[in-house]
């Protein structure tokens, strides 16, 4: 089945340690989007990728980056883990303005 | 810039009680409205979509209607189960080329044996 898929579905990071959240999709749709979800709250849109492009949200902290290799796969990357980033990450794909797919989420525990 | 509300934050019923859950949102130029459920500790899963041309939309017993010109969306939930529970959340796409979604913040729906 087509799908988001993203890995793993629990991670536990060292307060300060790098680390990175994966997603892949078979879906081949062009834009991949990243928000974060914090408990109780709404999930926040982080940045998407259209294509090639990369597109920041204007509030996304600089502590937060993003890769796209290819079509495919998007990773999300956090430099320096603090305790107020544990969230459950959410990535989603679309064609264009389609409704998004969503993966499972990664929930993320820094220690 | 669009803002998403929902009320109530939280909602206890007993099984079988019909149910209804809001959704309001200040800039009335969206594309689309889609009401998602999340269950603790997962992700999304896509309930209903309306798009800006509707004015409601049915699954089951799920019912979700917009007015767009009032900036509200509701979902209806009928005879409500245990397996309801879970939270409700409601997003809005506005203009533009890409599925972006604003949320609102969720109803967490506690259905009662």
């Known amino acids: 089945d087509a799908m988001v898929i993203q890995n793993p579905r629990y991670q536990v990071t060292q307060f300060g340690k790098p680390v990175t959240l994966s997603c892949s999709q078979t879906l081949n749709h062009n834009v991949m989007y990243w928000y974060q979800q914090k408990s109780s709250q709404a999930p926040k849109l982080l940045f998407h990728y259209y294509d090639k492009d990369f597109n920041n949200e204007a509030d996304t902290p600089d502590n937060f980056q993003s890769r796209r290799p290819n079509t495919s796969f998007c990773f999300l990357d956090i430099r320096s883990p603090g305790l107020g980033d544990a969230a459950m990450y959410l990535c989603?794909?679309?064609?264009?303005?389609?409704?998004?797919?969503f993966g499972s989420g990664t929930r993320l525990t820094v220690v | 810039k669009q803002e998403v509300t929902q009320i109530p934050a939280a909602l206890s019923v007993p099984e079988g009680e019909n149910l209804v859950l809001n959704c309001s949102f200040t800039?009335?130029?969206?594309?689309?409205l889609q009401w998602f459920r999340q269950d603790p500790g997962k992700g999304l899963t896509s309930l209903l979509l309306i798009q800006s041309s509707q004015r409601e939309q049915t699954s089951g017993r799920l019912n979700a209607s917009l007015d767009k010109s009032s900036g509200r969306s509701t979902l209806y939930i009928a005879a409500s189960q245990p397996g309801d529970s879970a939270t409700y959340l409601c997003a809005v796409h506005g203009s533009g080329n890409t599925g972006k979604l604003i949320f609102g913040q969720g109803t967490t729906l506690q259905v009662k044996p």
């Open positions: 800039d009335s130029a969206i594309y689309n």
């Open positions: 989603a794909t679309s064609r264009d303005s389609s409704p998004p797919t």
